[in-house]
């Protein structure tokens, strides 16, 4: 299923990033969607707009270089920060 990385890159606002799930951890969720500098701290989502995760980097061997993105699951984030969020 694809999912969507939103956040504001590089001061664009609302971009979006497109890609799917390539792995599941249980402290983290693997994609390719693009977390580009600025889509931390923003959601993925899935088709219908359900928040699955936190993006929180790229790792990639070089900054220029393709990579995939993590995700903390938003099970963890609700679980360790969900007082503040409500």
């Known amino acids: ?3 969507y990385a939103i956040g504001s890159p590089m001061g664009m606002r609302d971009s979006v990033t497109a890609g799917i799930i390539t792995r599941l951890q249980e402290d983290y969720l693997v994609t390719d969607a693009q977390i580009l500098p600025g889509n931390s701290g923003g959601p993925l ?5 359900l928040v699955l995760g ?3 980097l790229k790792y990639a061997e070089k900054a220029t270089a393709s990579g995939f993105g993590l995700a903390i699951p938003i099970a963890a984030a609700m679980n ?4 503040y969020l409500r």
């Open 45 to 49: 989502t899935d088709e219908s707009g």
């Open 1 to 3: 299923a694809r999912v």
């Open 80 to 83: 360790e920060f969900g007082a």
């Open 54 to 56: 936190v993006n929180t």
